[in-house]
């Protein structure tokens, strides 16, 4: 008995193998994301490494491996001369992140420092929407932005779990801010680009 939904589903999908292959690739990102604390943790305590080396290592990497993937993609890379300045200005907030975001993972520990950061960027992504955006904060938005603020405050302001010095401490969690503001940043800058390209 022929199935129109069901079949239509399947055209699509037989139409578009990338999908799958795409989600992977997602996941794959996030989890790399999401270790890359523990892993400077790691590295910090066994090899020496210094937080600074490890982002620098990560975004010469990432550099050469993206490189290699425009070289083998069929297809024009050419940037257009009016977003040759966002390109470079996401380049510096990639690099600010990692500047920034190693350097606090050493300071106050992975915990503290991956909450803080996460729950920042958010928060700076919303802020700054309304001017680089044009965007309009909704009263539920607005809510969930001084919910936020709290919430990160009271992670800063009253830590759970972190031995180290308030001094050192808070270093760390405003070092965490920083990578939260360039990440935020870096995504505003991209959602520019893509609504200028679109």
Request: proline share 6%; with cysteine; aromatic share 6%.
């Amino acid at each position: 008995m022929p199935r129109p939904g069901y079949d239509r589903g399947v055209h699509r999908a037989r139409q578009a193998p990338w999908s799958v292959g795409g989600l992977i690739l997602i996941a794959l990102a996030a989890i790399l994301w999401g270790t890359s604390g523990s892993v400077m943790t790691v590295l910090a305590e066994r090899a020496s490494a210094g937080p600074l080396l490890v982002g620098l290592a990560r975004l010469w990497l990432a550099a050469i491996l993206l490189l290699l993937a425009t070289s083998m993609t069929p297809g024009s890379f050419a940037v257009a001369p009016g977003d040759r300045w966002r390109c470079v200005a996401m380049g510096a907030c990639m690099a600010g992140y990692q500047a920034a975001y190693f350097p606090a993972v050493t300071l106050s520990g992975i915990a503290i420092v991956a909450l803080v950061a996460i729950c920042s960027a958010p928060l700076a992504i919303a802020a700054l929407a309304p001017w680089l955006l044009g965007e309009h904060l909704t009263r539920p938005v607005r809510v969930a932005l001084g919910l936020g603020v709290i919430g990160t405050a009271l992670l800063v302001a009253a830590p759970s779990g972190s031995s180290a010095p308030r001094a050192r401490f808070l270093a760390g969690a405003l070092l965490a801010l920083v990578a939260g503001l360039a990440y935020a940043l870096y995504v505003l800058l991209a959602k520019v680009s893509l609504r200028r390209s679109a």
